[in-house]
């Protein structure tokens, strides 16, 4: 894939598609994480040392086509200008006459942020009139926002239709490449864990995963869903009744496939999520019928900790516990800790999964934390992403 590296920014319009879907403050509206920010300063440093005029893209939440002044980009336009210590203009929107005289304008070395791209309809939709609106304002169309690659949206996929050249930023790049390193030429032993709420939400992975890995660590709300498939009664515990079936099945080909699966032995059960101070461990085949698991308990984090031991990759989706709540914190915040110690190469992918590391303190100590949510998952069922489709066949046209 061409990226950043095998352009001539020079004096050009780059128009950079980032993930700048960032938390804000709830309080004074400021940026509440600068992760997905500083992700891509690579990129835009790239762009301004080599005298490129760097016109940023984003969208931030879901405003549906409709203007919402809470998801405008301005606090982000601060927070990046004291990041660059250089002033970064917020066009009032991202098409249109007076942004591109905005555009137009723009001197090298210099940044503009255009306004949220989903206050405009077009932008969900993958319109051709609105990708081609956001064409007008690009020499060079680079894609550095990997979280939303999953999406066909207008400035991701049929941007890519209108422009002459385009590229991968480097975050961008760095995610792909990580993620093959990872998944496709692994060195062995090959371990995911996954975990998180739902079964019904990663049935894709599970299936996609099984004939690749050698070791699967099954945690989470998930879990028990499996625990039940196995006969074991889980009490109060959240279970996807509809997936018991598919649970037997995904065991049944890990065995098949000689994949080694760890399911919790024991679990941290309470009465409820909010009952933590009244948490205790028990043997999953013995949770009592008033009690529900809300994290894999202390036996079966050494285990999986043992299991790792070995592992040459590891890749980490999905909480194994409640763990926003205490004391459910724990097996999560044990395995993020074990992970940024050990010598495996290690990947972690998924919001909440990035969360606990962040919150463990280790983000720095492990190997490589996406970017991604709902890309990173995607990637892991096997999707062809289509904003990363889209960007190879423009490159293989231009
Ligand atoms: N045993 C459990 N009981 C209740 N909730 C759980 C349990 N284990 C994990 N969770 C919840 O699962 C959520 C994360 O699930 P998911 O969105 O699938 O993960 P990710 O975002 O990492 O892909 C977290 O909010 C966490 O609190
Ligand atoms: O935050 C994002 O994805 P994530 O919640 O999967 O990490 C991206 O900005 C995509 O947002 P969307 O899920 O509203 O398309």
């Given at each position: 894939?061409?990226?950043?590296?095998?352009?001539?920014?020079?004096?050009?319009?780059?128009?950079?598609?980032?993930?700048f879907?960032v938390?804000?403050?709830?309080?004074?509206?400021?940026?509440?994480d600068?992760?997905?920010?500083?992700?891509?300063?690579?990129?835009?440093?790239?762009v301004?040392?080599?005298?490129?005029?760097?016109?940023?893209?984003?969208h931030?939440?879901?405003?549906?086509?409709?203007?919402?002044?809470?998801?405008?980009?301005?606090?982000?336009?601060?927070?990046?200008?004291?990041?660059?210590?250089?002033?970064?203009?917020?066009?009032?929107?991202?098409?249109?006459?007076?942004?591109?005289?905005?555009?137009?304008?723009?001197?090298?070395?210099?940044?503009?942020?255009?306004?949220?791209l989903?206050?405009?309809?077009?932008?969900?939709?993958?319109?051709?009139?609105?990708?081609?609106?956001?064409?007008?304002?690009?020499?060079?169309?680079?894609?550095?926002?990997?979280?939303?690659?999953?999406?066909?949206?207008?400035?991701?996929?049929?941007?890519?239709?209108?422009?002459?050249?385009?590229?991968?930023?480097?975050?961008?790049?760095?995610?792909?490449?990580?993620?093959?390193?990872?998944?496709?030429?692994?060195?062995?032993?090959?371990?995911?864990?996954?975990?998180?709420a739902?079964?019904?939400?990663?049935?894709?992975?599970?299936?996609?995963?099984?004939?690749?890995?050698?070791?699967?660590?099954?945690?989470?709300?998930?879990a028990?869903?499996?625990?039940?498939?196995?006969?074991?009664?889980?009490?109060?515990?959240?279970?996807?009744?509809?997936?018991?079936?598919?649970?037997?099945v995904?065991?049944?080909q890990?065995?098949?496939?000689?994949?080694?699966?760890?399911?919790?032995?024991?679990?941290t059960?309470?009465?409820?999520?909010?009952a933590?101070?009244?948490?205790?461990?028990?043997p999953?085949?013995?949770?009592?019928?008033?009690?529900?698991i809300?994290?894999?308990?202390?036996?079966?984090?050494?285990?999986?900790?043992?299991?790792?031991?070995?592992?040459?990759?590891?890749?980490?989706?999905?909480p194994?516990?409640?763990?926003?709540?205490?004391?459910?914190?724990?097996?999560?915040?044990?395995?993020?800790?074990?992970?940024?110690?050990?010598?495996a190469?290690?990947?972690?992918?998924?919001?909440?999964?990035?969360?606990?590391?962040?919150k463990?303190?280790?983000?720095?100590?492990v190997?490589?934390?996406?970017?991604?949510?709902?890309?990173?998952?995607?990637?892991?069922?096997?999707?062809?992403?289509?904003?990363?489709?889209?960007l190879?066949?423009?490159?293989?046209?231009?």
């Amino acid at each position: 894939m061409k990226t950043l590296d095998h352009v001539d920014v020079s004096a050009k319009r780059v128009f950079l598609r980032v993930d700048f879907n960032v938390p804000l403050d709830k309080k004074d509206g400021t940026v509440a994480d600068d992760t997905r920010i500083r992700a891509i300063l690579p990129s835009l440093r790239k762009v301004l040392d080599g005298g490129g005029k760097a016109v940023l893209a984003s969208h931030l939440g879901r405003p549906k086509g409709q203007v919402v002044p809470e998801m405008s980009l301005a606090p982000v336009a601060r927070h990046l200008s004291g990041i660059l210590g250089m002033d970064v203009p917020l066009a009032p929107d991202c098409v249109g006459g007076a942004v591109r005289k905005m555009v137009d304008e723009l001197e090298p070395g210099r940044v503009l942020l255009l306004e949220n791209l989903r206050f405009h309809g077009g932008e969900t939709k993958n319109n051709p009139e609105f990708s081609r609106q956001l064409a007008e304002l690009t020499d060079v169309y680079v894609n550095d926002a990997f979280a939303v690659s999953h999406r066909a949206h207008a400035s991701v996929h049929g941007i890519t239709e209108y422009v002459r050249e385009c590229a991968a930023g480097y975050q961008l790049a760095k995610e792909i490449e990580t993620f093959r390193q990872a998944m496709e030429n692994p060195q062995r032993p090959l371990a995911v864990v996954i975990g998180g709420a739902k079964v019904s939400t990663k049935i894709g992975v599970l299936e996609n995963l099984i004939p690749k890995v050698d070791l699967l660590v099954i945690g989470g709300a998930m879990a028990n869903t499996f625990l039940k498939a196995q006969g074991k009664s889980v009490g109060a515990s959240l279970v996807e009744d509809e997936f018991v079936e598919t649970a037997k099945v995904l065991l049944a080909q890990a065995r098949e496939r000689g994949v080694r699966v760890i399911l919790p032995v024991d679990a941290t059960a309470a009465p409820s999520l909010d009952a933590g101070d009244r948490a205790r461990q028990v043997p999953v085949d013995q949770v009592p019928p008033d009690l529900a698991i809300f994290d894999v308990g202390e036996e079966t984090s050494a285990l999986i900790r043992q299991a790792l031991e070995p592992c040459a990759t590891v890749v980490w989706n999905g909480p194994l516990g409640a763990f926003e709540t205490p004391p459910f914190e724990r097996a999560t915040y044990d395995l993020a800790r074990f992970l940024a110690a050990s010598q495996a190469f290690t990947v972690v992918g998924g919001g909440d999964s990035a969360a606990a590391v962040a919150k463990a303190g280790v983000t720095d100590k492990v190997g490589y934390v996406s970017t991604g949510g709902g890309a990173f998952l995607e990637m892991l069922e096997g999707k062809v992403l289509p904003g990363i489709q889209a960007l190879q066949k423009c490159s293989e046209r231009a």
